[in-house]
């Protein structure tokens, strides 16, 4: 089974509350990189598209009825806070920068008064055995929700270790969203919002992801097209 195959198997083109599982978000850059760590991927629930180009190009290859999903205010993070406060779960939040990590939970704590934060850490460790202790940690704690910032796989790597250590709740990867909630939760223009051209905000905030932008997603875009090629004529 090709990337391609696997995404179509456990894409998701509307959003379900869950209890269980663990669930990301794909762009073309982490289409990219999954492609070269699919073990991990593959341990994935749900997989949602974080972005109107693969969408369209999805949409172009024959999965009919996606709709972009991303974890941040634009999109699903208010929905799975409120879920949270609405039924009672507890939630854990893991990844960015220490400053980064403690100013954005303090801002969503005072933007969802109801929410059960449980705990908070950055997503850097020292060792192998400090990452275990925190996964042991986090077990014993036993959050319902826990929302990983790491990027691209680590987030990913992250969640499927804690489940393997006995954590039996839902996991959200959420990328760069606790960066992006240091200075508030409307981290993008409404007007870009609305125009569907957040990628241009990203680009003013951090300039490092023009290579990602302008290099890297073409390069994913043709392992795309192979991909599907190859499921195509093996199918």
């Not at 109801?114 to 705990?119: K, N, Q, S, T, V």
Request: aromatic share 16%; with cysteine.
């Amino acid at each position: 089974m090709n990337m391609f195959q696997l995404l179509k198997l456990r894409i998701k083109g509307r959003y379900e509350p869950r209890t269980q599982g663990i669930v990301t978000f794909f762009n073309p850059y982490s289409y990219y990189l999954a492609r070269r760590e699919q073990k991990i991927f593959s341990q994935m629930d749900e997989f949602y598209i974080d972005g109107q180009l693969l969408v369209r190009i999805l949409t172009a290859l024959g999965i009919p009825g996606i709709k972009r999903f991303s974890f941040d205010n634009t999109s699903l993070a208010p929905i799975v806070f409120k879920d949270c406060i609405k039924g009672k779960k507890s939630i854990y939040f893991i990844g960015a920068k220490e400053e980064e990590i403690s100013t954005s939970v303090k801002i969503i704590a005072e933007n969802y008064p109801g929410l059960e934060i449980l705990g908070y850490r950055n997503g850097y460790f020292n060792s192998k055995l400090e990452r275990g202790e925190v996964l042991e940690n986090i077990k014993k704690i036993s959050p319902d929700v826990v929302v990983s910032g790491m990027g691209t796989p680590y987030q990913e790597e992250f969640l499927v270790d804690l489940r393997s250590h006995g954590w039996s709740g839902v996991g959200y990867t959420c990328g760069g969203f606790f960066h992006q909630s240091t200075t508030g939760l409307n981290y993008y223009p409404k007007w870009m919002d609305k125009l569907n051209i957040r990628w241009v905000y990203r680009i003013y905030d951090e300039p490092k992801l023009v290579k990602r932008y302008f290099i890297q997603y073409p390069i994913a875009i043709s392992y795309i097209l192979f991909d599907f090629v190859k499921y195509k004529l093996t199918s």
